[in-house]
């Protein structure tokens, strides 16, 4: 961004930048919370579908508002679609979640929950490299690294939450295993929530830093260039 005073094109582009992230930060905690209660639990029942819709819809609004900010760039045009495109196959999978809490046995419907959460784990990686391509244009160094040194951990971490995932399916699905592997599918079972816990709900709360973090750097940078 230019250190002299933004045009009006540039600071509405920004005004936009600034509210994507801002629906990115609250969205991804409140999709994450209404969308396994709608599945799990008789909290939302009342409300049908519309939960599920109205957060994840809250995430394509984000970054459609993201891509108001440079075009021209290719690279941060391509990781932007990646990542809007996901948030839109979340959209139209989300009403499942509502179904298969009503009906838990459909395998069709266990099969669409299935593909929503593979679906939102993406998600959030594609967001980390949104991130990631949009602190690469910001004139913050040290938001620069930071954002790099962070992403490429949650970018593991959610690689680390796949793999686990097949590898526990593959010990579910399996006819006969070995004594020590049976041994580590029960402590798979019993430590479910912690394994959760580290391996998404950590990735999640530090990409809502950078979100936060690069919501500021961004404003800072437009209200330095007006003095």
């Excluded at 045009?77 to 139209?92: E, T």
């Excluded at 593991?156 to 699905?173: D, I, P």
Aim: contains cysteine; hydrophobic residues 55%; positive net charge.
């Amino acid at each position: 961004m230019s250190e002299s005073l933004p045009n009006a094109d540039l600071l509405r582009s920004l005004g936009r930048l600034v509210r994507g992230l801002s629906a990115l930060f609250w969205g991804l905690p409140a999709t994450l919370i209404i969308c396994f209660y709608t599945a799990q639990a008789d909290a939302f029942r009342s409300f049908g579908i519309s939960p599920p819709l109205v957060v994840t819809g809250l995430l394509f609004y984000g970054l459609s508002q993201l891509g108001a900010f440079q075009k021209q760039e290719r690279v941060w045009r391509a990781a932007l679609d990646r990542a809007r495109m996901l948030s839109l196959i979340n959209f139209g999978l989300s009403p499942f979640l509502y179904w298969w809490n009503r009906v838990p046995g459909h395998v069709f419907f266990i099969a669409m929950v299935l593909l929503f959460v593979g679906c939102s784990l993406l998600l959030l990686a594609s967001v980390n490299v949104v991130l990631q391509r949009l602190s690469a244009m910001l004139p913050d160094e040290g938001l620069r690294l930071e954002t790099k040194q962070f992403t490429t951990l949650n970018l593991n971490l959610l690689l680390a939450t796949f793999l686990a995932a097949l590898f526990y399916a593959g010990l579910r699905q399996a006819q006969s295993i070995p004594r020590w592997l049976g041994v580590i599918a029960a402590i798979m079972d019993h430590f479910a929530l912690w394994f959760l816990v580290i391996l998404v709900l950590l990735p999640l709360a530090m990409t809502m830093a950078l979100l936060w973090k690069t919501k500021e750097v961004i404003l800072e940078s437009i209200f330095s260039a007006k003095h």
